[in-house]
């Protein structure tokens, strides 16, 4: 399994941005599938985004579509989300999560909090 810890969350008024990043632990990290979820209060975690792994296109919630940024750097071992123009409703807690193509998401970080005022 791949260690990831999560940064850049903090509080952000509405209509701003902030940058999360997800570093990952191991040499493997380019054969991992990378995600972004979010669980707010009270809510079940949900998808946000993630890179395909067929053709490495970026894949959004319908909420966040236009509005965040799913990337990765393999030399890095980092995966990113740029989140603009937030919304009070994107408050949350963001995981990052990898796994082996087709299998799931098998590792997941501690989560970095995500709060933005109206």
């Known amino acids: 399994q791949v260690q990831l810890v999560e940064s850049g969350g903090g509080l952000v008024q509405a209509g701003g941005s902030l940058r999360l990043s997800c570093a990952a632990s191991?040499?493997?990290?380019?054969?991992?599938?990378m995600g972004w979820f979010r669980q707010a209060p009270g809510k079940e975690r949900e998808f946000v985004a993630t890179i395909r792994w067929s053709d490495s296109t970026p894949i959004y919630a319908d909420s966040v579509k236009g509005r965040f940024t799913i990337s990765r750097d393999n030399a890095k071992n980092t995966m990113y989300l740029q989140m603009n123009s937030l919304k009070p409703e994107d408050t949350a807690v963001y995981y990052c999560a990898a796994g082996p193509p087709g299998k799931g998401y098998a590792s997941w970080g501690q989560g970095t909090q995500v709060t933005v005022s109206s």
């Open positions: 191991g040499r493997t990290f380019s054969s991992y599938v």
